[in-house]
């Protein structure tokens, strides 16, 4: 099937990206999908699932990772850590045309004597560098990372986010940005859908570079996406079969989860036990293996999240709930509004 892009545009007014979260955690809207009543709240959840369905959530935690740096000459540098599990580290640098291999970034007024900050090692062919970060990643982030909110929030990280940027459920340091769907499950809302009798399962994937990177032809081409690292337990394993085996339904809280799910999902739909990379590409004509559901946020046109809800749902459908989502005001992106589609 021929993919263009051009097919999943669509016009946004720029006063419906949230920039805040919303007052409580479950209090965004939630748009359900070809219900006859569509227009409803995420506190309205437990209402749209069943007794014996499962709810599989994603429990990586965002990393501290955007660092404000200097050169030697007193030029501000930004630095993302992509990851903080080794010595040396990918890395999203601005500016970075000029840095030198083994050029060191300092923290902005340290001491001369100060060793915290990166060495440049080198420049990687996805247009990443290498870094090392000094001391070490973990403590570095610790003692001076910011959460990296994103670029269209206009805004630098405030105390607020240091809850509201992350799940309720967070465990397993490795993402560098949300999965933003989760983010409106609240602990009571997890008390009310286990007295419905909805399970809940964790899956980890941490998020990575792929999502500051917008789409490109030669990805549609390839039908694969950056590699993203996932999860998958023996435990959740065991709760999606026992799903399934009862008849109930699967469904994924945002795009990270189900991506983790089918990746790992044998042709039968069984899991594979343990840790992988994904590169899973959902578009039309995508038949899933596992999942039955899906809680999404309203997501950026001409993107591959768009083109995963469409394949789910229908572009046509899709695209249409979005128009009737513009017209009646709701809220797009990380901090945004919610989408179920069963």
């Known amino acids: 099937m021929l993919l263009d892009l051009a097919d999943y545009h669509f016009e946004l007014p720029e006063s419906l990206i949230a920039t805040a979260p919303p007052a ?98 080198g420049r990687d062919p996805d247009g990443t560098l290498s870094v090392r970060p000094l001391p070490d990643a973990t403590t570095l982030m610790a003692e001076r990372g910011a959460l990296p909110l994103p670029p269209y929030l206009r805004r630098e990280a405030g105390p607020e986010d240091d809850q509201r940027y992350q799940t309720v459920f967070a465990a397993k340091d490795g993402a560098v940005a949300a999965p933003t769907a989760g983010l409106h ?14 399970g809940l399962a964790r ?53 990270t989860s189900l991506r983790a799910l089918e990746s790992a999902a044998e042709p039968d739909g069984r899991l594979r036990v343990g840790a992988g990379e994904t590169t899973l590409f959902v578009r039309e004509g995508y038949r899933p293996r596992v999942i039955s559901g899906l809680l999404t946020n309203f997501h950026l046109p001409n993107t591959s999240l768009l083109m995963l809800v469409c394949a789910l749902g229908g572009r046509e459908r899709v695209l249409g709930a979005y128009r009737e989502a513009i017209a009646h005001g709701y809220r797009f992106y990380s901090y945004g509004d919610a989408m179920l589609l069963l």
């Open 185 to 198: 499950l609240s602990e009571r809302l997890l008390a009310r859908l286990s007295e419905r009798g909805v």
């Open 203 to 255: 899956i980890t994937l941490h998020v990575g570079q792929g999502t500051f990177q917008p789409l490109r032809e030669e990805d549609l081409a390839r039908g694969a996406l950056h590699a993203e690292r996932y999860e998958i337990s023996a435990e959740t394993a065991e709760a999606v079969a026992a799903c399934r085996a009862r008849g109930g339904r699967v469904v994924a809280v945002g795009t």
């Open 24 to 121: 409580a955690r479950d209090g965004a809207r939630m748009l359900v999908l070809g219900a006859e009543e569509p227009h409803q709240r995420v506190v309205d959840l437990p209402t749209w699932l069943n007794p014996g369905d499962l709810l599989v959530v994603n429990d990586t935690r965002v990393l501290r990772c955007r660092l404000q740096l200097e050169r030697e000459s007193g030029g501000r540098v930004e630095v993302l850590l992509l990851r903080a599990d080794a010595a040396v580290v990918p890395a999203l640098v601005r500016p970075a045309k000029k840095l030198k291999l083994g050029e060191r970034l300092r923290l902005p007024g340290a001491a001369p004597d100060d060793p915290r900050g990166v060495i440049i090692e």
